[in-house]
């Protein structure tokens, strides 16, 4: 049914353009503005979804607000908002509020997101271990073991309506808090600038973080020494967050990004939708560093074995 609906949305936007001349109204899918709450999480990457989209058609406009991600479903619930972008799904409480409250919406599953593990640039930690992750962050580990001064590890966090907090703790923590000791912070940009001068620190942003500051971090590969993701991979491997990665789930902390509208109206907010969810709006999520939802999806074999 999602697949239809995508087909409808995307064959209505572009017939409306080609037929927009001849049939002008003051709001239509490419014609108007909308406002958009976005999770903070995919700012970057969803801004430039909005301005292509408004390149595209200059005549449309999308306001995005940047909010932590429950914010924005909250404000999604009270109706004060049509349309919201989370890099999470709903979770049970919120649909269970949704469903007593008999609010009709629409999902759409427009890209699959991951949590990245950062250091400081010069942090020799390249790989960790998933229980490792689990005592760093919950705060059973306290120091780096690879200095002998100075080395108390400096847990950096976002806010307590964070979808990367969200995620993290249902994959790393099993749902166990974070240490007391964290930093918190009210972005993703602010975390990374304070892991960025901070050798100490470790913190969890977006992938759609990192593309402005590719080699200035430490990104970890995450791994289980016991473990494999399945048959075909060899015990104790260890993954980055690299796009191949996350589309097969080797990486361990996976996210699918959602989009949600309240209603169907032929109106820019559906026109967005639509526009995200096509080739464009895919290959947008593709160059930041996430796995498209909507179009085939190619992976590279890549080996480190000498050539014969």
Request: hydrophobic share 40%; aromatic share 10%; charged share 20%.
């Amino acid at each position: 049914m999602q697949h239809y609906i995508r087909v409808v949305l995307l064959g209505t936007l572009f017939v409306v353009a080609a037929i927009g001349c001849e049939q002008r109204r003051d709001v239509s899918t490419t014609r108007g503005s909308v406002t958009i709450e976005c999770d903070e999480s995919l700012m970057p990457v969803m801004q430039l979804q909005a301005e292509d989209f408004e390149r595209s058609y200059t005549e449309a406009a999308v306001r995005l607000r940047s909010v932590q991600a429950r914010e924005a479903i909250a404000d999604f619930v009270d109706d004060s908002v049509r349309v919201i972008v989370t890099a999470r799904p709903f979770n049970k409480e919120e649909r269970d509020v949704i469903a007593t409250a008999k609010i009709e919406y629409k999902e759409f599953n427009v890209a699959l997101d991951a949590v990245a593990v950062i250091m400081h640039k010069d942090n020799p930690t390249k790989e960790l271990r998933i229980s490792e992750l689990d005592s760093i962050f919950s705060g059973f580990s306290t120091r780096w073991s690879w200095k002998t001064r100075n080395n108390l590890i400096d847990v950096a966090i976002c806010g307590l309506n964070s979808s990367t907090n969200e995620v993290f703790r249902s994959a790393i923590l099993e749902d166990k808090t974070f240490t007391l000791t964290a930093t918190r912070f009210d972005s993703s940009q602010m975390l990374v600038e304070y892991v960025l001068t901070n050798p100490n620190a470790i913190g969890i942003v977006g992938l759609s973080w990192l593309r402005d500051y590719d080699g200035q971090l430490r990104v970890a590969g995450l791994g289980d020494p016991n473990g494999r993701p399945d048959s075909t991979q060899p015990m104790g491997r260890y993954y980055p967050p690299l796009q191949a990665h996350v589309y097969r789930k080797y990486y361990p902390i996976t996210t699918p990004v959602y989009i949600y509208t309240r209603e169907i109206l032929m109106d820019v907010g559906l026109g967005f939708i639509a526009y995200v969810s096509s080739i464009q709006g895919q290959k947008i999520f593709q160059v930041h560093g996430l796995v498209p939802a909507t179009m085939p999806v190619r992976l590279v074999v890549t080996t480190s074995e000498p050539v014969k």
